[in-house]
């Protein structure tokens, strides 16, 4: 069993950078993927990034590419998504993963343990 808290939310105006951040407790955090999501209201809840849990690989959506970095501290069992050049579209709650199995899911049913969700908001 895993638990998982986000943080690092907020307002912040287009071009700007925020950093999240996922606290997990449990055992063996180390031995599992994990994924950020976002869901935007009215939209279904997408995929942005994930690393392996070694920290060697990661995938990351088209849309999010070369703007968002994926991280993970074993030491500290957080695992932290950098944004940066934010679009208003970038605007959802983000929720972070966690899943017991090998590969870079992209689906969320290839993750079985959430977070709560973290608001970001990006103006124009």
């Known amino acids: 069993q895993v638990q998982l808290v986000e943080s690092g939310g907020g307002l912040v105006q287009a071009g700007g950078s925020l950093r999240l951040s996922c606290a997990a407790s449990?055992?063996?955090?180390?031995?599992?993927?994990m994924g950020w999501f976002r869901q935007a209201p009215g939209k279904e809840r997408e995929f942005v990034a994930a690393i392996s849990w070694s920290g060697g690989s990661t995938r990351y959506a088209d849309s999010v590419k070369g703007r968002f970095t994926i991280s993970r501290d074993g030491a500290k069992n957080t695992v932290y998504l950098q944004m940066n050049s934010l679009k208003p579209t970038d605007t959802a709650v983000y929720y972070c993963?966690?899943?017991?199995?090998?590969?870079?899911?992209?689906?969320?049913?290839?993750?079985?343990?959430w977070g709560q969700g973290t608001q970001v908001t990006v103006s124009s």
């Open positions: 449990g055992r063996t955090f180390g031995s599992y993927t």
């Open positions: 993963a966690a899943a017991d199995r090998d590969g870079l899911g992209y689906r969320v049913y290839d993750y079985g343990y």
